[in-house]
């Protein structure tokens, strides 16, 4: 089976996403998503400047040496535009080989581990109230995790909260200059240990409840965040801190029992070695999308089983749906799964565009058994919703310093 064709979309139903399309000589093609926030046109270039035509004439079975010939044939390895543009490849090619066999991905890569995905929801407020309210809400609709988020007293915005200001999923997709944000650290503290302490006393033990600090702590104040908010038995802190050096995770480590979740903006396995090997963490959130696909993806859950560290796929609005169906395809076979965060499917305008099978029901996901992916990309919708250039937030100290994950 030959690949004839590799086509590179580019639209903004409210983000912008890059979808890959590969074509083959049989009639089957395969979908793969290569968005990358903020830099989306430096990967549509090197997809079809550089990556498609190299590909023309290989057969699309081969997806392993395909892999190998992406990442270890050229000079420049790694990096965040070469390894998305490896991961939509990757992820269409499996997508070939499932509707070939008229099987599920996940079948391919194994069969099931499990009857379905636990998802966690985000709960975002305004205040601590607004925060719990939203927590209820998901509690309400059947789901056993969830993220709390606050926004801190005294900042003009809060990363990751906005309340009831905007629609998040525009917002996020209409920034053309980096919009900065206020941090001050001493009020963070202030606000989030008392978030903690009410969702428990309001929800009990039995819901799950996760936090993510976005990198904006040193390792020393994440140990201490850890440490206060052992009482209140998270499932994960995640992005304490950023671990550019990986060995700032021992800081962290040995001061707190808090269990610790990384790896959203790592692009290979190199990236989290020292983490998972250590067992400086308990679990790995890498993306397929940003760290080259399923390929990769289940190489490194193998790694981290044996060092008893689960998964916890990455799972933000600014990763397409074909990202998200990828996953679910990797969290319903690996057997050292953790947990699948979960933003919903987007607005009605991505509905159109990309149709899956997913199913959420009771906190849980499955997957129907459509072969490959089971999802579709509708190139006539797509061109109603043109590209727009936006960029997450910069923050700042309070004294103007950059402070950013």
Partial sequence: MKITQVKVFVCNPGRNFVTVKVMTDEGIYGIGDATLNGREMAVVAYLEEHVAPCLIGRDAHNIEDIWQYLYRGVYWRKGAVNMAAIAAIDMALWDIKGK??????????????????????????????????????????????????????????????????ADYFELQGSRPLPPEEDWSTQKYFNMVVDLFKQARERFGNDVHLLHDVHSRLTPIESARLGKLLEPYNLLFLEDASIAENQDSYKVIRQHTTTPLAIGETYNTIWDCKNLIQNQLIDYIRVAATHAGGITPLRRIADFASVYNVKTAPHGAPDLSPVCFAAHMHLNLWAPN????????????????????????????????????????????????????????PVSRLEDGTVWNW
């Fill in 100 to 165: 070939a066999a008229n099987m599920p991905v996940y079948q391919l890569l194994g069969g099931r581990s499990r009857r379905g995905v636990t998802l966690y929801a985000h709960a975002s407020g305004e205040t601590i109230e607004d925060t719990l309210n939203k927590t209820a809400e998901h509690i309400a609709q059947g789901f056993k995790a969830v993220r709390l988020q606050c926004a801190v007293p005294g900042l003009n915005v809060t990363y990751g909260v906005l309340g009831d200001k």
């Fill in 337 to 392: 799964f953790g947990i699948q965060e979960f933003v919903g499917f987007g607005n009605e305008h991505s509905k159109r565009i990309f149709k899956h099978t997913v199913e959420v029901k009771d906190g849980l996901a499955n997957v129907s058994e459509a072969p490959g992916l089971g999802i579709e990309f509708d190139e006539e919708a797509a061109k109603e919703y043109p590209y727009k250039r936006s960029y997450l």
